[in-house]
């Protein structure tokens, strides 16, 4: 059995690239807005929201449980328009003992977009399952983006 994995998941979205990715890039401390049935609380702990380096801290609901972690800011790829964030603590530790996160959005053309979550980890246990809560977790929030970008 590996204990280092990798998934992905990729949404289309009816939102252009730049405006889904702005959410990921500068205004993700509007999540618990945005997806309130998800995400319950975001706050910058380090640095602010734009820069590599930053750590913001994050309660939110997977599989019926309220849950926090804390996630530093690795790499910003404006060309590309992805940001890879590594959890730094929280209880998704108990069970990955390293875990990033890269969101991506592309264009597929002005008004619609794909917006991609990938998930390396290594998990702490041969017996731990594989992170795929989160992944869906991810299609969530990327539907609730979505949703608030269409109503904007």
Not at 117 to 133: G, Q, R, W
């Given at each position: 059995m590996a204990l280092s994995g990798k998934l992905e998941t990729e949404v289309e979205v009816k939102v252009s690239a730049d405006k889904a990715f702005g959410i990921f890039k500068g205004q993700m401390h509007q999540l618990p807005n945005i997806a309130p049935d998800i995400v319950h609380k975001a706050e910058i702990h380090e640095g602010n929201w734009e820069t590599p380096g930053s750590i913001k801290h994050w309660n939110y609901t997977i599989d019926g449980n309220v849950l926090s972690l804390k996630e530093k800011v690795e790499k910003i790829d404006e060309e590309n328009k992805s940001i890879t964030f590594k959890i730094v603590d929280g209880e998704v530790l108990k069970l990955y003992k390293n875990m990033k996160v890269t969101v991506q959005v592309t264009a597929k053309n002005e008004e619609t977009s794909f917006m991609k979550?990938?998930?390396?980890?290594?998990?702490?246990?041969?017996?731990?399952?594989?992170?795929?809560?989160y992944l869906e977790f991810g299609t969530k929030v990327f539907q609730y983006i979505e949703n608030h970008l269409l109503k904007a």
């Open positions: 979550m990938i998930i390396d980890y290594e998990k702490a246990k041969e017996d731990s399952a594989d992170p795929h809560s």
